[in-house]
């Protein structure tokens, strides 16, 4: 029965597909399939408008190969379930804004916290599903029995003292969860089928070349070169694409390259010229880190360390939106990691640089904790933990890892780590100056027998190291045995905060084009903490969405490409 339900829908999606081809002047064109994309073309189909949705690839995007995690609060029904009800949306605000900066205004980002609540449940009503299970230990990405937990700074100092911690990090629930997996592709295909459910249109393998403008300049259409799901090799084509994200989502780079090059082959070979007119543009088509020449551009340590995202966030939608004069910021702005947890006891160490001195406070985010070190030590550091500590971290791996962190958690405490009787043996082993390291032990140590703060502001995990023999675990920015440190990029295109519109280097709104995702600037282009870049998907999306349908109705008023 099951079977012949899979049939029925595989059938019913590919005639879907296929009539999107006859659709050849939609109110809305838009470029990604992500969670932006989707978004976007869901909330302005709500308001009225016709949608056509273009990707490059099968739909997905990195958004269908990550973690599956929104950042979100203000008292949504999982926290309450777990307690934390009276998380506001001004205490969420207030803890955001020291991660957000600048990035936007401080009404945008008002508006994004009072609509979290909201945003939960809109991705319900489209059939994801969330939990309010709270993660007891300190996690970068929950067990699977755990839906929410604490995903960023929100226990850490400055933080925490202008603001009630919360957890905010909603990972999505899978039909069939099982290990620390990722729950990416199930929010996202909920998502995407109720978007095919309300009549939105959808162009897979459809690789946008150019923005077409009207004669007043504003964005009427787009060119296209698309490959017909009637090709001979598009099901081959679909089969390597998506296979491809789901190695580069592992940091299997070298792998992921070739099926993309099979790919494009195939693809190059078979996709035709087309053109669209519309009303207005939304583009969601993903970030530029695996453009080589943009990442070592504004990101130069980048080719030290793995890329987070697929092919397709080759920077081709910022190029998009350049070519009609767009304006750009934040594309220095990255986040790169090496988790120190879980096990949680692995926070219990300290983070040494070269010359041996305290990086930070360990109990701050992982990504946090990563650019303190690229930004102050050349992105080289190591965490030391004593013989009482090890042994609480292989205690804990049972419990608080599943597959397959729990196997290079266990690459770690059996190979990937560096052990001395003493700590001067330890140092020498490391090459790290042992006797500024033997001050800073003493230091850490003194201030936790003392009952006095940290040295650096650390709050949670204190735990003196001093029972030999003594360990190490390399956590610089670079490839180190099974570890990888995946690096994203967070800026984008500059758009006008209440609306999503794309402005011109000049600050003016460029008209009928807009940006959402990774491809603008957006909540999560300052810094990044676990869940801000799907949450800002949905809310710059929708956003854009909104405003775009709105469009329509100028466009027909004698406007002609």
């Known amino acids: ?132 299970t709270l993660c007891p230990f300190r996690t970068s990405f929950p ?13 850490a100092r400055p933080f925490s003292d202008v603001a009630r911690p919360a957890p905010r990090g909603h990972r999505a629930v899978a039909a069939h969860q099982s290990g620390m997996s990722m729950t990416g592709r199930d929010l996202w295909q909920a998502v995407f089928e109720s978007a095919l459910h309300i009549g939105i249109k959808f162009h897979a393998a459809s690789w946008v070349q150019e923005l077409r403008l009207d004669t007043r300049g504003a964005v009427g259409g787009i060119r296209f070169r698309v490959m017909s799901p009637d090709a001979p090799l598009f099901r081959v084509h679909k089969a390597l694409t998506r296979n491809a994200a789901e190695l580069h989502a592992m940091s299997m780079q070298p792998v992921a390259a070739v099926l993309d090059r099979i790919a494009n082959f195939i693809w190059d070979r078979q996709a035709k010229d087309e053109e669209m007119h519309s009303g207005a543009v939304i583009l969601a088509a993903g970030s530029y880190i695996r453009d080589k020449g943009l990442s070592r551009q504004y990101i130069p340590w980048s080719y ?13 939608g910022i190029r998009l939106a350049q070519s009609v004069g767009a304006a750009v910021d934040f594309l220095n702005h990255s986040s790169v990691s090496r988790m120190l947890y879980p096990p949680e006891s692995l926070s219990e160490g300290i983070v040494v640089s070269p010359n041996g001195q305290r990086v930070a406070a360990e109990d701050l985010y992982g990504a946090t904790m990563s650019r303190v070190l690229i930004e102050q030590h ?58 500024v390291m033997r001050t800073t032990i003493i230091a850490y140590n003194n201030a936790i027998i003392g009952r006095v703060p940290d040295p650096v502001g650390k709050i949670a995990y204190r735990s003196a190291i001093e029972t030999g023999p003594f360990y190490s675990i390399d956590i610089s920015l670079r490839r180190s045995g099974l570890m990888v440190s995946p690096a994203m990029g967070l800026g984008g295109v500059r758009t006008e905060s209440s609306t999503g519109e794309v402005l011109d280097v000049a600050g003016a709104k460029i008209p009928r084009l807009y940006a959402a995702g990774k491809n603008a600037v957006g909540i999560s282009s300052n810094k990044y903490i676990s869940g801000l870049a799907l949450a800002d998907c949905v809310f710059s999306g929708r956003r854009a969405g909104e405003h775009a349908s709105t469009a329509i109705y100028s466009s027909e008023s004698g406007s002609s490409l």
Request: charged share 20%; net charge negative; proline share 1%.
């Open 1 to 132: 029965m099951r079977s012949s339900c899979l049939v029925h829908w595989a059938s019913s999606l590919k005639t879907i597909i296929e009539a999107s081809f006859m659709c050849t002047k939609p109110d809305v064109i838009v470029v990604g399939a992500g969670l932006a994309g989707m978004s976007a073309a869901i909330a302005a189909a709500a308001q009225g408008a016709s949608v056509v949705v273009i990707d490059r690839g099968h739909g997905g995007g990195t958004s269908a190969v990550s973690g599956g995690v929104v950042y979100a609060g203000g008292g949504t029904r999982q926290q309450a379930i777990a307690g934390y009800g009276d998380d506001s949306p001004e205490n969420m605000c207030r803890y955001l804004a020291l991660e957000v900066g600048s990035a936007v205004s401080d009404a945008t980002l008002s508006t994004f916290c009072r609509e979290s609540v909201h945003m939960i449940e809109w991705l319900e009503s489209l059939g994801a599903k969330f939990e309010g």
């Open 143 to 155: 067990t699977s029995q755990y839906s929410l937990y604490f995903s960023g700074n929100e226990k």
């Open 304 to 316: 030290r360390v793995a890329t987070l995202g697929t092919a397709g966030d080759d920077g081709g």
């Open 378 to 435: 050349e992105g080289y550091g190591f965490l030391i933990l004593d013989s009482d500590q090890w042994k609480r971290i292989k205690n804990q791996i049972a419990t608080q890892t599943e597959t397959p962190w729990r196997y290079l958690i266990q690459f770690i405490v059996y190979w990937g780590h560096k052990k001395g009787a003493t700590i001067e043996r330890l140092a020498e082993k490391i090459g790290v100056d042992a006797q």
